[in-house]
């Protein structure tokens, strides 16, 4: 019978070849130089920064990326489809709760995106993209589930209807867009109670023909427009974490 004391440094030794075996099966390449196979790599702290599978030069399945802080959880993981740039992505937050996901070809968004509140699970916004832009429906959502705007994009620029709701529900502001520009009929709400305050037009941005102000919906005052362009809404723009 092998006694205890023999019995543990040739364990040792057997744990420290399978830990060179096993390293010795990452990281390569194929015959013509693109990498194959397993690949991790680490940030300069020693955690890990990816982890993935190639198949000649080309992601496959499942890889999962961290940031330098933290090794717990990935701050993003893709599931590349059929060996195509194209993958299904996710987003998450440093605690490991669900920022984003969706679907991306290269670096660019394509399709339905949806973002979350800090909850990780709360709706934040619906969104829509084309080639990296915003591009269709657009939705923005309070914590209770309620709508904060609905509109829709066009090439990355506001472009359709937009209305804007508060936290009760009613809608306080009704535009409509055009190539970024605010174009048509303008009708604003009082935000506490819903009622209209003030209607009017729009053309590129700049207030024309004549504008009437409400008081307990009864028209108070008309105005004639003094070209004053509103606060413009910013077009969101999202970053890649990676």
Request: charged content about 30%; hydrophobic content about 25%; proline content about 4%.
């Amino acid at each position: 019978m092998m006694k205890v004391k023999n019995y543990i440094p040739i364990l040792s030794l057997a744990l420290l070849f399978c830990f060179n075996f096993s390293m010795a099966q990452i990281n390569k390449f194929d015959s013509n130089g693109k990498r194959h196979g397993v690949w991790k790599k680490y940030y300069k702290n020693k955690r890990i920064r990816y982890s993935g599978t190639f198949e000649h030069g080309k992601e496959v399945g499942t890889f999962k990326f961290y940031s330098a802080a933290t090794s717990d959880f990935p701050s993003v993981v893709r599931v590349y489809k059929n060996g195509s740039a194209t993958a299904d992505v996710t987003f998450y937050a440093e605690n490991g709760k669900l920022e984003s996901k969706g679907l991306m070809i290269g670096k660019k968004r394509e399709g339905k995106w949806l973002y979350y509140h800090e909850d990780g699970k709360t709706l934040m916004s619906e969104e829509t993209y084309k080639d990296g832009k915003l591009h269709g429906p657009y939705k923005t959502f309070y914590n209770s589930g309620k709508p904060t705007e609905v509109t829709n994009y066009a090439n990355g620029l506001l472009d359709g209807p937009y209305k804007k709701y508060a936290i009760k529900g009613h809608i306080y502001q009704d535009f409509t867009y055009k190539e970024g520009k605010l174009n048509g009929p303008a009708i604003y709400y009082n935000r506490k109670n819903g009622e209209v305050t003030t209607k009017g037009t729009f053309r590129d941005d700049i207030r024309v023909g004549t504008w009437e102000n409400y008081a307990d919906g009864a028209l108070v005052s008309t105005e004639q427009p003094n070209k004053r362009k509103p606060p413009r809404k910013k077009t969101k723009k999202k970053e890649n974490k990676q």
